[in-house]
């Protein structure tokens, strides 16, 4: 069975920094493109960045490049999404994704 944990949201204020963190488990992680993805109030998903199965290439939406940074750790099974210079528009639920499969999600709250 597929799992995916995310966890490392919070409450920050505009301009300040958050790590997550996703935890797979139940398919061969180190081979599996994964993704980032966002939903923000009243909103429908929205794709965020994603990462090769080699961790070399990585592409991000716009509204995220240069502000984000996708890695991961295939020997902990885990992908990771720093946030920078955050901003109130990035509020949101953020989920990973392995393809369709989406974890509970973690809360991203950015507001002064």
């Known amino acids: 069975e597929v799992r995916l944990v995310e966890s490392g949201g919070g409450l920050v204020q505009p301009g300040g920094s958050l790590r997550l963190s996703c935890v797979a488990s139940?398919?061969?992680?180190?081979?599996?493109?994964m993704s980032w993805v966002r939903q923000a109030p009243g909103k429908g998903l929205e794709w965020v960045s994603n990462i090769h199965s080699h961790g070399v290439d990585a592409t991000y939406a716009d509204s995220v490049a240069g502000r984000f940074t996708i890695s991961r750790d295939n020997a902990k099974n885990t992908v990771y999404l720093q946030m920078d210079n955050l901003k109130p528009e990035d509020t949101a639920v953020y989920f990973c994704?392995?393809?369709?499969?989406r974890g509970q999600g973690t809360q991203v709250t950015v507001s002064s």
């Open positions: 139940g398919f061969a992680f180190k081979f599996t493109t």
């Open positions: 994704a392995k393809g369709s499969i």
